[in-house]
């Protein structure tokens, strides 16, 4: 008789193993879920539990200038540096993955470079080089700052969609009369387009969420949203803080979400 051969399932661990794992996540989640908790107060400090649930402090951050001031600066740049990082990532990524020249590893290492260098020391180099041009303080000043920053996040999605790509297709569509910018557009475009879309969105959660490089560029005039809530819990305490860190979690979510539907969508395609 031959003896059945048990195939190894991840999900069948032991008790105590669950109750640690469990445990480990209740421990990380449990300061969120307060934060969420505490946001909908209303007294003017910050306290736990709620002596009242409501939306007030909600209502003080998007009816206050200076806050909202902070808001629109971080939506635009990240915005921009999310468009121009994607660009340069689609154009980056063509020539890792299809080209054939001397120096493509190193090219590939130092854009990925970003990933591992401290982000203070990126900051202070930054803060040395703007200086000198007087973009300190200025939108511009911050998005050349955040494009190598984001870089990386754009180019591994977007090459990784471009090695999976079937270039026969690219060969049909010339050989048939497309030109190469009708055959990008209409076929290499819409097959690669979920790592192009979801660099995109990381690369504009980065940009929206940095702090560190925002303390050196930032200065007085042009403020970001984590910028101003740094300088907030540096000088007093704000109530509105919990409401606004429960905002960019929502938004947090609701882009991981974006980026898993469109996956799937990815996924159903190949499988079609």
């Known amino acids: 008789m031959k003896k059945s051969i048990n195939k190894y399932d991840p999900l069948h661990i032991s008790l105590p193993l ?8 209740f421990f990380l ?3 969120i879920l307060l934060l969420v908790v505490m946001s909908f107060g209303s007294a003017e400090i910050i306290e736990f539990p709620p002596s009242k649930i409501s939306l007030d402090q909600y209502r003080k951050f998007f009816s206050n200038p200076a806050w909202q ?5 971080s939506l635009i740049i990240a915005f921009t540096t999310a468009v121009i990082s994607t660009i340069i990532g689609l154009m980056a990524s063509f020539g890792l993955v299809w080209g054939r020249f001397k120096g493509k590893s190193f ?9 591992i260098v401290p982000i203070i020391v990126m900051g202070l180099a930054y803060y040395i080089s703007l200086v000198k041009l007087n973009l300190i303080g200025t939108r511009i000043g911050l998005i050349i700052a955040y494009i ?6 754009t180019v591994l999605p977007i090459s ?3 090695r999976g790509f079937d270039r026969s297709l690219e060969y049909a569509s010339l050989n048939l009369g497309a030109s190469p910018f009708q055959t990008f557009m209409k076929i290499i475009l819409p097959i690669i387009r979920p790592g192009v879309i979801t ?9 929206f969420d940095e702090v560190v490089i925002a303390l050196f560029i930032c200065g007085s005039d042009t403020v970001t949203l984590p910028k101003k809530m740094w300088d907030v819990i540096r000088y007093e305490i704000e109530p509105m803080l919990p409401a606004i860190s429960t ?18 969508r990815l996924t159903n395609k190949i499988k079609k």
């Open 247 to 264: 905002l960019l979690l929502l938004l947090a979510i609701a882009l991981l979400v974006l980026i898993e539907f469109l996956q799937n």
């Open 199 to 207: 660099g995109a969105i990381f690369a504009f959660m980065i940009a």
């Open 29 to 31: 989640i449990i300061p």
């Open 107 to 115: 090219i590939n290492s130092f854009i990925l470079t970003p990933m």
């Open 148 to 153: 190598p920053l984001t870089l990386p996040f």
């Open 69 to 73: 001031s902070s808001l629109v600066n």
């Open 160 to 162: 990784a969609m471009i």
């Open 18 to 25: 669950w109750i640690i794992s469990g445990a480990g996540i």
